[in-house]
């Protein structure tokens, strides 16, 4: 194992593909906070919070030394990545991502979990409504390709450090990697 030298990461992916999961592994292994974006993101009834009030609480956060943030928040971007020094890409096959989202969400909606204060996932939303997850899923699989293969060499993000994660396995053995 080496050292992992950075302390600001930010993980990015298909909704679905194990964000949270990843961050919240990459946090109790580096002993530094996770912070999931959905949470500043959703409030009760699944309402979305005031987008200045949200940049206003993360812009505070990622001041701070150390952090591990999950998300795809395009509006938050100019706050997290100019401070992060490492981006986790979640980039996995569309199939493995939908088959993922199919387990969480029968997951969550069997064991009635409360995510983010008081909602909980519904069948008839996730696979019967305009919002649904998977929808969302096939919607911006190819626009997070495209823009996590590009936004990092743009010169204001070019100070990334990019992990690129296209399989289960080669996450694993990034994680393993980690000191």
Known sequence: MTAFPYRRICVVGTTGSGKSTMASALASRLHIPHIELDAF????GWREADREQTRARVRAIAQSDAWV?????????????PRAEALVWLDYPLALILWR????TWDRVLSREILWGTNRERLAEQFFSKDSLFRWALK??????????NLPTMPEYSH??????????????????LD
Do not use: C
């Open 101 to 104: 989202l199919w387990r969480r």
């Open 41 to 44: 993101h959703w409030e009760p």
């Open 140 to 149: 911006t699989h190819g626009k997070h390709k495209t823009n996590y293969a």
């Open 69 to 81: 943030m999950d998300g795809n928040y395009g509006f938050l971007r100019d706050i997290l990545w």
């Open 160 to 177: 990334l450090k990019v992990y690129r994660l296209d399989t289960p396995r080669t996450a694993r053995h990034f994680q393993n990697s």
